[in-house]
């Protein structure tokens, strides 16, 4: 066996230094060049007219397109400290949004260099939060006034409408992961099942349109939640070939706190066939653990999007791990093919191939580990497995 010495990095994550430039870059990007103001008309002043219309336009600023950029810096600076704005936007701020918020209110500003955009863009874009790059530092801070507004709000009727939202968010977003897409009335029958205070449709459509006016993983589409990987037109066809595989079968409903961890779409079981999985790799292909862990973690993920056994493994193939012999290959398919059939998929409502294939009536069937003669060679090498490991 051997495997490439190039450095791989998988599509869930970067190479460290090279991230670590990347984040610094992007943040230096934002951020105004300037010493740290702390009042907001400070802070507007600072701002190109580009900037300024981009804050109107997630604002919904009215005629903002006919304003002229000071016109813009008044209009902001009146709309942005309103409470009901500020409380609107930060009950669907998400927690490490609302962490960064907790935590520059306690400060007049603060210097992080370990921030990601991904942390304080949805704040920033709103006029809630801006950050500043002078003498190589990073400053973070929020306006003045916006504090002043927060310190107007209700503590006690906020935080419960936060924590209602965010509970009813996790819910509808579980839904998408963990189904692909999912009726409104299925989220809420299982929401109203583990929860004491029920949620009706008034209630979920609600939140839905407010939450719209943040980027989401999901999105709303005639009475369905759907997972963003269904986000372009191209690929109606293959959502309603995802509803015509699903139908008439159960969903896969587990108990809350299992349920709640697919709100993150990068959530999966870790399940006794993946540990076989990545104990074989480990042991007979390849002792870099990280290397392994990457390479784990797209098998699985292409096992969820049920791709052949070909193209898993060609996860083998694109990273340069060749195999010895004929024997690993033997070895190894079961194990990937047991990974398969134990892995949750959205064609059977979350449930597992082997979780379906002995059910009465159903439709699923775990696949088998039988490859035809004139099939691709599971071991990704493009020829058939008659001219391959199969001779």
């Given amino acids: 066996m051997r495997y ?35 009042k907001l008309s400070d802070i507007l002043r600072l701002l190109p007219k580009t900037r300024l219309y981009e804050i109107a336009t997630n604002r919904d600023l009215l005629g903002r397109s006919k304003m002229s950029k000071q016109e813009l810096a008044d209009a902001l600076f009146e709309l942005i400290p309103d409470v009901y704005e500020l409380e609107t936007t930060l009950i669907i701020s998400d927690a490490e949004e609302w962490n960064l918020f907790n935590k520059l209110l306690k400060a007049p500003y603060v210097q992080e260099e370990t921030l990601t955009p991904r942390m304080y863009l949805f704040l920033m874009n709103r006029g809630l939060l801006f950050s500043f790059y002078y003498e190589d530092k990073l400053i973070y801070s929020i306006p003045e006034e916006i504090k002043d507004s927060y310190r107007q709000l209700s503590q006690q009727s906020f935080h419960e409408a936060r ?27 299982i929401f109203n099942a583990q929860n004491e205070k029920q949620v009706d449709e008034n209630e979920l459509i ?21 997972s963003n990987y269904f986000d372009s037109e191209d690929q109606d066809e293959e959502l309603k070939a ?8 159960p969903y896969y409903i587990p108990p809350q706190p299992e349920f709640l961890k697919y709100a993150d779409s990068g959530y999966f079981e870790e399940t006794p066939q993946l540990v076989s999985l990545r104990a074989f790799i480990l042991k007979h292909l390849c002792k870099d653990k990280e290397f392994v862990e990457n390479l784990v973690d797209d098998i699985q993920v292409a096992c969820s999007m049920e791709e052949p056994l070909s193209v898993i493994m060609g996860e083998f193939e694109r990273r340069d791990i060749i195999f010895d012999n004929n024997a690993q290959v033997q070895a190894i398919m079961p194990l990937i093919i047991d990974v398969y059939n134990h892995t949750r998929i959205w064609s059977n409502r979350g449930h597992t191939p082997a979780e379906l294939g002995g059910g009465a009536g159903q439709t699923a069937r775990p696949i088998s580990n039988k490859v035809g003669r004139n099939d691709p060679c599971p071991c990704g090498s493009g020829k058939k497995y008659k001219k391959c490991c199969g001779k």
């Fill in 4 to 38: 490439s010495s190039i450095i791989y990095t998988n599509s869930r994550g970067w190479i460290t230094m090279e991230f670590e430039k990347y984040i610094i870059q992007k943040n230096i990007e934002h951020a105004i060049k300037s010493e740290a103001v702390t």
């Fill in 206 to 226: 609600s939140f839905l349109n407010l939450a719209s006016g943040r980027g989401q993983e999901w999105y709303l589409n005639q009475g369905y939640i759907i």
């Fill in 242 to 249: 995802l509803l015509e595989r699903a139908k008439h079968k």
């Fill in 163 to 189: 924590d209602r939202c965010q509970l009813i968010n996790q819910y509808i977003s579980a839904s998408a992961n963990l189904y692909g897409i999912c009726t409104l009335d299925k989220t809420i029958e």
